[in-house]
């Protein structure tokens, strides 16, 4: 058995799942990356439709999310600084939970961005039908065109994802803050804004109070939106991904992670109140994004058409961290006997394109949804999305709070940057997301219809385990974590043991 670690020392691991990827990810990429991740069609485009139904009440739905979803980054974090992962919280999960955990944990996180780049590729198709010359074009050859051409960008090096999300991200930003520097213009002069819902109304707190109140629909109805508010906020997650790829993640990582609170308040929950007071809530739609809906009428030349090109790009952006993100965990999974075997397969660009290909192709569903139900298309993958994001979301703070619980115990060295109140946050965080799904069943028109889906989706979780368990090594955690890889390899105690040598092998060898 390893010694136990001496106080304030911090013991190495490696992933075995990591093995032969490009450490090529820059301090900026990862910034980026954060901020890319959690920003996306979830604010540009689902927003809009979201104040169509609850109103403005809605910010306080925002408000609560973004701080469970910090909450939860800040315990990813964590874990992140003590391993770094491009397996993340699957890796966690395994090392916490065992293999049924390292299961569920995956491939909810597959459903989540598997869905979601469903999602984006309908975003894609819904904006490009902003403009006449496109309108004729079916909606599902546009999202097939735009699943085609981001699988092409993450064929390439990590290098060429990181700048290629870089400048993605920074397009979203400065949209953003184009967008609040204007609205709060609009809102302190009281300018006339023309919608098509309404004709013109003048910016201004009278668009908070008026118009049937806070919450004109009643604060169940904001309730049950919850869920799609936590879908925007999926891909803060994402951070703890391109961990394993960064250089110096120790340092990287708790400076993109603290400052993600500020970002999810400046960005999300002050975008959504601004909405609210330059327009009437009757004033968006599901179908335009609410930045459009904006913009196109503060009379401002062409302010629409470009707001549209920039959202266009944020929905790109998502769904090429969607591939990204997915292509990794199914890999570290296919490492563990836990997914096909395909999905550990690496291109000459250390790029695990097996996984790719295979989220690419269940991608086609989407364009499938788009062909048979245009109309409704993105609400429904988008909720199934959300469920999978509160779910990844739960096991990392599952994950978390064993490894706490092990650290009282004396069994770990929590580093220095660590979740505050756990494990109370813990639990308050997961009695919360538990919460907003059982709300679904409220929603008859589409909630009980992606619960009915989910119950699929959990049927086909518990027949796969049963066809893949008897292909994963009872001592699989031995391989997959190494402790101290420059040093003497541990015994295998199931907890941190194993070979160094096992994390420099061929992982498609596992």
Known sequence: MPASPAAGQQRAHIDKGDAGYD?????RHIQMIAIGGSIG????????????????????????????????????????????SSGAFVSYAREFMGEKG??????????????????????????????????????????MAALLLVFALNMFSVKFFGEAEFWFAAI????????????????????????????????????????????????????????????????????????GEAQDAARVLPKAVNSMILRIFVFYVGSVLLMVLVLPWQAYSPDESPFVTFFSGIGIPHAGDIMQVVILTAALSSLNAGLYATGRTLRSMAVAGEAPGFASRMNQHKVPYGGIIITAGLGLIGVLINYVYPTRAFEIVMNLAGIGIA????????????????????????????????????????????????????????????????????????????????????????????????????????????????????????
């Open 102 to 143: 390292a299961y569920v944990t995956g491939w909810l996180f597959f459903l989540d961005w598997a869905t979601t780049v469903m999602a984006d590729i309908t975003a894609v198709a819904l904006y490009l039908h902003y403009w006449a010359v496109f309108v004729p074009v079916p909606q599902w050859v546009i999202a």
């Open 391 to 510: 779910g990844t979301w739960m096991s990392i703070l599952v994950s978390h709070w064993i490894f706490v619980r092990r650290a009282r115990a004396g069994l770990e060295e929590r580093p220095a940057y660590r979740l505050f109140g756990a494990p109370y946050t813990n639990a308050i965080t997961i009695a919360f997301l538990v919460i907003i799904i059982a709300a679904m069943a409220f929603d008859a028109e589409i909630g009980r219809w992606t619960l009915a889906m989910f119950a699929a989706v959990c049927v086909a979780l518990v027949a796969g385990w049963y066809l893949v368990r008897d292909g994963i090594q009872a001592g699989k955690m031995d391989a997959m974590l190494d402790e101290d890889p420059g040093g003497e390899p541990g015994t295998g105690d199931g907890q941190h043991g194993g070979t160094a040598q096992a994390g420099r092998d061929d992982p498609e060898g596992a």
């Open 172 to 243: 979203k930003v400065a949209a953003i803050v184009s967008f609040m520097v204007i609205s709060i213009f609009a809102i302190v002069t009281g300018r006339m804004v023309h919608s098509q819902a309404l004709g013109d109304t003048a910016a201004g707190i009278g668009n908070l109070t008026g118009n049937g109140g806070f919450v004109p629909n009643g604060i169940g109805v904001v309730f049950v939106l919850t869920l799609g508010v936590i879908f925007a906020f999926g891909g803060t997650e994402m951070v703890g991904v391109a961990a």
């Open 41 to 84: 069609t979830g604010l540009f485009l689902g927003a809009g439709g979201r104040i169509s139904q609850g109103g403005p009440g809605l910010t306080i739905a925002y408000a609560i999310c973004g701080l469970f979803a910090f909450l939860m980054v800040r315990a990813l974090g964590e874990l992140s600084v003590r391993r770094p």
């Open 23 to 27: 450490k090529g990810l820059k301090p």
